[in-house]
C-alpha cells in the first residue's frame, strides 16, 4: 500500500465534524497529522474542547490539537448555531472532559510550521470557516507553493446556501478569509453545498450507526438525534445532508464525484449577497475580478450511495 496521505482537519465540531474526523480516523489511506480549531458551529473554546474530546473517545490523543481564531479576520463571530449542532456543538449530548490540552502554538502557526516541514505532502481540510487557513497564508507567503492540496467542505457554487439564499455557513461566518483562501496558488477542491446536498444519509443508515458498538459509533449515535431533528425540520429530510465527511470522502474516492472548474470569488460586501461564492465563467474568464485566479475544483454531482457505504463501513472498524 502507498503511504497514506498526511492531512490536517482545520473544524469547528459540530456533529457532521464529529462523524468527518472519526470516518478519516478509521481510514488507513490518511494519516490525520494534527486538528485545528475555529469558531462557527459554535466557540472556539468549544470546539477546542470538543477536538481534544473527541480524540481522546477515539483513543487518538497523541494526534495534536492547535487552537485557532476566536473571531473572523474583519466582521464579528456571528454567534453558535446552537439550534443546528447543540449549546454544546456535540448535539447537547455531551462528551466526556478532555484530560488533554491544546498545543501552545496557534492554530496558523501549526499549519505553517507542519506544512513547511514537509513540502507539498500536507493536504488541508478545512470543515469549518478559512479564517485559520487566511491567517496561515498570511503568515508564511510561502505556504501555498508547499500545501499538497486544500480539499475543503464550504461554499455553494450554483445553488442555494443554507443560511440564506446566498450564503453557506462556513463561507458565510468569514466571507473576506474565504476570498484569500479561493485566491491562494495551489490546487483547491471545493466540496459544498452543490455536491453536499446530493450526499445524503437516511435514518435508516444511521440506524446502522447506532447498531455499531465502538465508542466513536456510540458517541455518534448520542450526537446524531439532535442534528436529525434540525434537518427534518428546515429541510423536511428523513435523515442527514453529508457535508464534512464529503471532503474526507474525496479523498478517499474521487472517482466517486463529478465536478466544473472555476476561479472563485466571494462576496464580502455589506448586503444581501455577503458570502456567496461566485464561479467565474472559466480559468482565463475575462473579468478582471476572476482573472489570473485558481482554478477551483468545484464538486458538483457524487454517487451519494458509493459514498455512503464507504463512511458506514470505516465507522464500523
Ligand atoms: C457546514 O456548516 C456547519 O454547520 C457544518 O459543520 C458544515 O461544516 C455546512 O454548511
Ligand atoms: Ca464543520
Not at 97 to 119: D, H, L, N
Not at 239 to 265: C, K, M, N, Q
Request: hydrophobic share 45%.
Amino acid at each position: 500500500m502507498t503511504e497514506p496521505r498526511k492531512i490536517i482537519i482545520d473544524t469547528d465540531p459540530g456533529v457532521d465534524d464529529a462523524m468527518a474526523i472519526f470516518y478519516a480516523l478509521s481510514s488507513p489511506e490518511l494519516d490525520v497529522v494534527g486538528l485545528t480549531t475555529i469558531f462557527g458551529n459554535a466557540t472556539t473554546e468549544t470546539t477546542t474542547y470538543n477536538a481534544l474530546a473527541l480524540l481522546e473517545l477515539a483513543g487518538r490523543s497523541d494526534i495534536p490539537v492547535a487552537r485557532g481564531a476566536d473571531r473572523p479576520l474583519v466582521a464579528a463571530y456571528g454567534g453558535p448555531v446552537d439550534f443546528v449542532h447543540g449549546a454544546d456543538g456535540q448535539g447537547n449530548a455531551g462528551i466526556a472532559a478532555p484530560t488533554t490540552s491544546a498545543a501552545s502554538e496557534s492554530a496558523a502557526e501549526f499549519i505553517v510550521r507542519t506544512v513547511m516541514a514537509s513540502p507539498g505532502e500536507i493536504t488541508l481540510v478545512p470543515v469549518g470557516p478559512l479564517t485559520n487557513i487566511a491567517l496561515a497564508m498570511r503568515l508564511e507567503s510561502r505556504l501555498t507553493e508547499n500545501v499538497h492540496e486544500i480539499v475543503l467542505m464550504g461554499g455553494n457554487g450554483f445553488c442555494p446556501g443554507n443560511v440564506n439564499p446566498s450564503a453557506e455557513a462556513n463561507i458565510w461566518h468569514d466571507p473576506e478569509a474565504a476570498d484569500i483562501v479561493f485566491g491562494a496558488a495551489c490546487p483547491i477542491t471545493m466540496a459544498g453545498l452543490d455536491v453536499t446536498h446530493k450526499v445524503q444519509m437516511t435514518n435508516i443508515d444511521l440506524a446502522r450507526i447506532a447498531a455499531m458498538t465502538n465508542p466513536r459509533a456510540a458517541h455518534l449515535a448520542r450526537i446524531l438525534p439532535f442534528y436529525v431533528a434540525f434537518h427534518a425540520k428546515y429541510d423536511a429530510l428523513d435523515g442527514i445532508y453529508v457535508h464534512d465527511s464529503t471532503a474526507i470522502s474525496y479523498l478517499l474516492a474521487p472517482d466517486a464525484f463529478t465536478w466544473d472548474e472555476y476561479a472563485v470569488r466571494v462576496d464580502c460586501g455589506q448586503s444581501f449577497g455577503r458570502g456567496k461564492t461566485i464561479p467565474g465563467e472559466g480559468v482565463n474568464v475575462n473579468e478582471e475580478a476572476w482573472a489570473g485566479r485558481t482554478a477551483v475544483r468545484i464538486l458538483t454531482g457524487a454517487d451519494s450511495r458509493r459514498l455512503v457505504e464507504l463512511e458506514l463501513s470505516r465507522l464500523a472498524e
